[in-house]
């Protein structure tokens, strides 16, 4: 079973940056589709990007897409979420996922594997 460790959230003004990382142990992370979700209070976890095994095709909700970057290095085992441009609506915990399953932006009931999750505060 993959253990997962986010990590790198914190408190942004809007319009700022920051950089989530996601550690993974006990598996590699490269037999899994990787992704972020997000959850804010009082709302369901919801899609945010996924980048398949090798990394070579990525997704992203429209709502982030052109603002967040998604990559992984599978020899560091580490997935990671680049964050621009950040908004008062992106304040959420956002946790890291693994998907044993087929690559594609696919809902969160379709992940195997979680993180605990960081939070993420945007300040307007």
């Known amino acids: 079973q993959i253990h997962l460790v986010e990590s790198g959230g914190g408190l942004v003004q809007a319009g700022g940056s920051l950089r989530l990382s996601c550690v993974a142990s006990?598996?590699?992370?490269?037999?899994?589709?990787m992704g972020w979700f997000r959850q804010a209070p009082g709302k369901e976890r919801e899609f945010v990007a996924a980048?398949?095994?090798?990394?070579?095709?990525?997704w992203y909700a429209d709502s982030v897409k052109g603002r967040f970057t998604i990559s992984r290095d599978n020899a560091k085992n580490t997935v990671y979420l680049q964050m621009s441009s950040l908004k008062p609506e992106d304040t959420a915990v956002y946790y890291c996922?693994?998907?044993?399953?087929?690559?594609?932006?696919?809902?969160?009931?379709?992940?195997?594997?979680w993180g605990q999750g960081t939070q993420v505060t945007v300040a307007s």
């Open positions: 996922g693994a998907d044993r399953g087929v690559a594609g932006p696919r809902p969160a009931s379709k992940y195997d594997y």
């Open positions: 006990r598996r590699t992370i490269g037999s899994y589709v």
């Open positions: 980048i398949t095994r090798d990394g070579g095709s990525t």
